[in-house]
């Protein structure tokens, strides 16, 4: 039994380490503004983006509880893989469009569709107990995926020059996951009905919005992970233009770097960076467990963190207003490293107040609710983020701050809490 244990485990590690071999991420604002994009057009391509995923998202949880969680996940790794080619050959933002089109069916079909597996797992085990500390685990290995992802990508768009070879090698690793997931034992698959009928299909996302929304406890969930995660998603990219910027200014003194690109002298720092920021996230997913046994329970450590994410944000939109770059990358770090403790804890307070019947189906829907909030925030911070600049008012990036500290403030006055 424990060997059993031990090796799915690791099976659900390895998903989470592949599916973040996404060698473009560090990049993809960068690719975006090479292409000349303006933040508002980019902001438009992730509110995009978002909203595909906000109307696949349900139905795609409900599919993947009564279908089989399995080809649910193989179907979306299905889509990435197209997205990527797409985003290879991309000339024009039509091309972008339909990149992001296809990766938002990727992630449909798989955001809360393989956390249910692993509960469905753990309550199969009699583990539900250890939920937090198995998905901070299985998390960390995503983060080190991460880690391993952004030292093949700096190598590669260094050699290169481009941006362009990143998005074909990321075919492999999804390539992988396919093969990964034709292991997993068909438990997993999570209890379905002995037919499909549609009508199973709209009672069983019926089920699902009502335990979302008519128990308060879930509501209240709901609301927190757009405020917090929804933020973090329309935020944390602006963190690769100030990268770029710190390293043109830093090349600008050292001989070595002066023959080099703009693209190779962002690689230089970016690359690094981003491998410090990952091996943090994974540590801080695996330790997440910790602060919920030093707060007390799960609820008072997000209350904790709501705290910290609050004066985070007020720190960088200082920083960004006066253009301490070394603190607005500090600050960015920080934010990255709280949302990978944050995402453990709320898990497992989903799972907490959930039923494992709905399991795919309600992380769905908290992951659509919380994506409506980038959906909004995304252009509009892109148009703040373009009018400073016209301005010149301090630095560009300070809204982003603002916008951070704002959301905080208001979970923090409010105390969305679940009730016991």
């Known amino acids: 039994m424990l060997y059993y244990f031990q090796f799915m485990l690791w099976r659900f590690s390895l998903y989470g380490f592949l599916k973040n071999q996404r060698y473009f991420e560090p990049f ?40 089989g969680r399995r080809r649910a996940m193989m179907l979306s790794f299905g889509a990435y893989i197209a997205s990527f080619l ?31 597996m692993i509960f469905s797992w753990l309550q199969q085990q009699g583990r539900a107990g250890e939920r937090t500390r198995v ?32 998005f074909y090698l990321s075919v492999i690793p999804y390539l ?35 335990q979302a929304f008519a128990v308060v406890r879930l509501r209240r969930l709901i609301v927190e992970s757009m405020g917090f995660q929804g933020v973090y998603e329309a935020t944390k990219d602006y963190l690769q233009p100030v990268l770029q910027a710190a390293a043109i200014a830093a090349a600008a003194h050292w001989s070595q770097t002066r023959g080099m690109s703009q693209i190779q002298q962002s690689t230089l720092l970016i690359g690094p960076l981003y ?80 039923t494992e019947a709905q399991g795919a189906t309600l992380l769905s829907i908290e992951s659509q609710a919380r994506r409506l909030t980038t959906v909004i925030a995304a252009p509009l911070l892109g148009l703040a983020v373009d009018a400073v600049r016209a301005s010149g008012t301090g630095g ?25």
Do not use: C
């Open 176 to 210: 992988l996951g396919i093969i990964n997931f034709i292991g997993y034992p068909p438990e997993l698959d999570g209890s379905k009905p002995a037919t499909h009928a549609p009508r199973e299909l709209v009672a069983h996302l019926r089920a699902g919005f009502h």
């Open 396 to 420: 560009p990036f300070w809204p982003v701050g603002v916008l951070g500290l704002s959301v905080a403030m208001i979970f923090q006055f409010r105390r969305f809490q679940p009730r016991r």
């Open 28 to 67: 993809l604002l960068l690719v975006f503004l090479d292409k000349g994009l303006d933040y508002f057009t980019i902001g438009l391509l992730i509110s995009f983006r978002e909203l595909a995923i906000n109307l696949l998202e349900i139905p795609s949880g409900a599919i993947a509880d009564l279908w």
């Open 135 to 166: 998905y901070g685990y299985t998390r960390s290995w995503s983060k080190y995926g991460s880690a391993l992802s952004v030292t093949v990508a700096a190598i590669f768009v260094y050699l290169s020059d481009s941006y362009v070879y990143v």
């Open 275 to 354: 491998l410090v920021l990952h091996l943090l996230a994974g540590t801080a997913s695996r330790q997440a467990h910790r602060v919920v046994e030093a707060a007390g329970d799960e609820d008072r450590a997000v209350h904790l963190l709501w705290l910290a994410d609050g004066i985070i944000f007020a720190g960088l939109a200082v920083a960004a207003f006066w253009r301490f770059e070394v603190a607005i990358i500090v600050a960015f770090v920080a934010l990255d490293t709280l949302h990978n403790i944050w995402r453990p804890v709320q898990l497992g307070r989903f799972d907490t107040h959930g």
């Open 86 to 116: 797409i985003f290879g050959l991309a000339r024009d933002l039509s091309m972008f469009f339909g990149a992001m089109l296809l990766f938002a069916v990727g992630e449909a079909f798989r955001t809360g569709t393989h956390k249910a």
